[in-house]
């Protein structure tokens, strides 16, 4: 049985939320919501943290499984996971000592969704890095 002809949930909203830059400008609203998730993932740290987490077998990865990689102190991971999650980025639970981790996909699909280019735009900026008029 094939998958093909099944919708893919919330992807109409992920389209309507956020059209790639080079067809239309950001409303304020927007832009300060994605500004938020960019420069969570401006500090390489966080931008690490969401990797170990998003490639974690499983999808979700224990706190405690992500100290280790870092030469900071589980106080500054701590502080990482809470602006990666406010930024909307990842989830978290408690699960009786630990807090457990995973990247929420339609964040990841509005920031990959702002920032495709058209085909039209593409072949601009080629034509316009090429000195073509």
Known sequence: MSNSGLPVIGQD???ACCSPM???PLDEEAAAALAKMFKALSDPVRLRLLSLIASHEGGEAC??????????S???ISHHLKVLREAGLVGSE?????????VLPAALAQLSSLLQATD????AGVDRAAGVA
Do not use: K, N, S
């Open 120 to 123: 039209e735009a593409v072949a």
């Open 13 to 15: 909203d992920q389209a």
């Open 74 to 76: 589980q106080p500054t």
């Open 22 to 24: 080079v067809r239309e």
């Open 94 to 102: 408690r699960r009786g000592t630990w807090v457990y981790y995973w």
């Open 63 to 72: 706190v405690c499984d992500l100290i280790g990689p870092f030469d900071v």
